[in-house]
Protein backbone atom coordinates (compact mmCIF):
# COMPACT_ATOMS: atom_id res chain seq x y z
CA UNK A 1 0.00 0.00 0.00
CA UNK A 2 1.28 3.22 -0.93
CA UNK A 3 0.33 6.56 0.76
CA UNK A 4 0.49 9.93 -0.96
CA UNK A 5 0.23 13.61 0.73
CA UNK A 6 0.89 16.44 -1.29
CA UNK A 7 1.68 20.08 -0.01
CA UNK A 8 3.08 23.11 -0.83
CA UNK A 9 -0.67 24.50 -2.41
CA UNK A 10 -1.20 28.36 -1.78
CA UNK A 11 -2.96 31.27 -2.29
CA UNK A 12 -0.90 33.17 -5.13
CA UNK A 13 -1.75 35.98 -7.71
CA UNK A 14 -2.12 36.21 -11.55
CA UNK A 15 1.58 35.44 -12.62
CA UNK A 16 3.20 34.02 -9.79
CA UNK A 17 4.70 30.52 -8.82
CA UNK A 18 3.72 27.36 -6.72
CA UNK A 19 5.71 24.22 -5.83
CA UNK A 20 3.85 21.47 -5.16
CA UNK A 21 5.49 18.09 -3.64
CA UNK A 22 4.22 14.32 -3.16
CA UNK A 23 5.65 12.56 -0.89
CA UNK A 24 4.84 8.31 -0.56
CA UNK A 25 4.84 6.70 1.96
CA UNK A 26 4.62 2.67 3.03
CA UNK A 27 5.97 1.06 0.16
CA UNK A 28 9.38 2.48 -2.27
CA UNK A 29 7.94 3.93 -5.51
CA UNK A 30 10.80 3.77 -7.05
CA UNK A 31 9.05 2.18 -10.07
CA UNK A 32 5.72 3.51 -9.96
CA UNK A 33 4.29 5.94 -13.01
CA UNK A 34 3.37 8.98 -10.86
CA UNK A 35 0.63 12.01 -12.38
CA UNK A 36 -1.03 14.84 -11.10
CA UNK A 37 -4.54 15.54 -11.51
CA UNK A 38 -6.42 18.77 -10.90
CA UNK A 39 -10.55 19.65 -10.05
CA UNK A 40 -11.90 22.60 -10.29
CA UNK A 41 -15.42 23.55 -8.43
CA UNK A 42 -18.08 21.99 -10.88
CA UNK A 43 -15.79 20.56 -13.23
CA UNK A 44 -14.57 16.85 -13.60
CA UNK A 45 -11.21 16.15 -12.74
CA UNK A 46 -8.58 16.92 -15.63
CA UNK A 47 -4.96 15.76 -15.90
CA UNK A 48 -1.66 17.83 -15.97
CA UNK A 49 1.34 15.98 -15.80
CA UNK A 50 2.05 12.72 -15.63
CA UNK A 51 6.40 11.12 -15.28
CA UNK A 52 7.13 7.60 -15.91
CA UNK A 53 9.60 5.74 -13.06
CA UNK A 54 12.70 7.12 -14.02
CA UNK A 55 12.04 10.93 -15.01
CA UNK A 56 12.83 10.13 -18.50
CA UNK A 57 9.10 10.57 -19.49
CA UNK A 58 6.94 13.26 -19.29
CA UNK A 59 3.45 14.25 -20.42
CA UNK A 60 1.87 17.50 -20.22
CA UNK A 61 -1.65 18.76 -20.43
CA UNK A 62 -1.99 21.33 -23.21
CA UNK A 63 -2.96 23.88 -20.84
CA UNK A 64 -0.25 23.65 -18.55
CA UNK A 65 2.89 23.39 -21.39
CA UNK A 66 5.45 25.95 -20.74
CA UNK A 67 4.34 27.08 -17.70
CA UNK A 68 4.33 23.64 -15.62
CA UNK A 69 7.35 21.08 -14.61
CA UNK A 70 6.90 17.70 -13.09
CA UNK A 71 9.89 15.72 -11.35
CA UNK A 72 10.87 13.10 -9.37
CA UNK A 73 13.44 12.42 -6.56
CA UNK A 74 13.45 8.35 -6.05
CA UNK A 75 15.74 8.48 -3.43
CA UNK A 76 13.31 10.90 -1.22
CA UNK A 77 10.38 9.15 -2.79
CA UNK A 78 8.94 12.34 -3.80
CA UNK A 79 7.50 13.94 -7.11
CA UNK A 80 7.04 17.69 -7.56
CA UNK A 81 5.12 20.14 -9.92
CA UNK A 82 6.72 23.34 -10.58
CA UNK A 83 4.18 26.11 -11.54
CA UNK A 84 4.90 29.36 -13.07
CA UNK A 85 3.07 31.86 -14.89
CA UNK A 86 0.02 30.22 -12.80
CA UNK A 87 -3.57 31.85 -14.27
CA UNK A 88 -6.59 32.01 -12.26
CA UNK A 89 -8.09 29.71 -14.30
CA UNK A 90 -5.40 27.16 -12.49
CA UNK A 91 -7.42 27.28 -9.75
CA UNK A 92 -8.41 23.74 -8.84
CA UNK A 93 -7.41 21.03 -6.28
CA UNK A 94 -4.62 19.52 -7.10
CA UNK A 95 -4.06 16.08 -6.60
CA UNK A 96 -1.10 13.46 -7.24
CA UNK A 97 -1.36 10.00 -8.79
CA UNK A 98 0.09 6.91 -8.29
CA UNK A 99 0.27 3.29 -9.65
CA UNK A 100 2.50 0.45 -9.64
CA UNK A 101 2.98 0.13 -13.41
CA UNK A 102 6.44 2.39 -14.35
CA UNK A 103 4.35 3.93 -17.03
CA UNK A 104 0.78 5.39 -17.14
CA UNK A 105 -0.68 7.88 -19.06
CA UNK A 106 -3.51 10.74 -19.11
CA UNK A 107 -6.63 8.77 -17.88
CA UNK A 108 -7.30 8.87 -13.80
CA UNK A 109 -8.35 5.29 -14.10
CA UNK A 110 -4.98 4.39 -14.88
CA UNK A 111 -3.88 5.67 -10.80
CA UNK A 112 -4.49 3.50 -8.36
CA UNK A 113 -3.65 5.59 -5.49
CA UNK A 114 -4.31 8.67 -5.00
CA UNK A 115 -3.54 12.17 -2.22
CA UNK A 116 -5.82 13.66 -0.71
CA UNK A 117 -5.19 16.96 -2.60
CA UNK A 118 -4.19 20.54 -2.24
CA UNK A 119 -5.85 23.43 -2.87
CA UNK A 120 -4.14 25.99 -5.37
CA UNK A 121 -6.11 29.62 -5.66
CA UNK A 122 -4.67 32.21 -8.00
CA UNK A 123 -6.29 35.44 -7.70
CA UNK A 124 -6.92 38.29 -10.87
Not at 67 to 72: D, H, K, N, Y
Not at 74 to 99: F, G, W
Amino acid sequence: QVQLRESGGGLVQAGGSLRLSCAASGRTFISYAMAWFRQAPGKEREFVAAINWNGGTTAYADSVKGRFTISRDNAENTAHLQMISLKPEDTAVYSCAADRSPNRGQSPYEYEYWGQGTQVTVSA
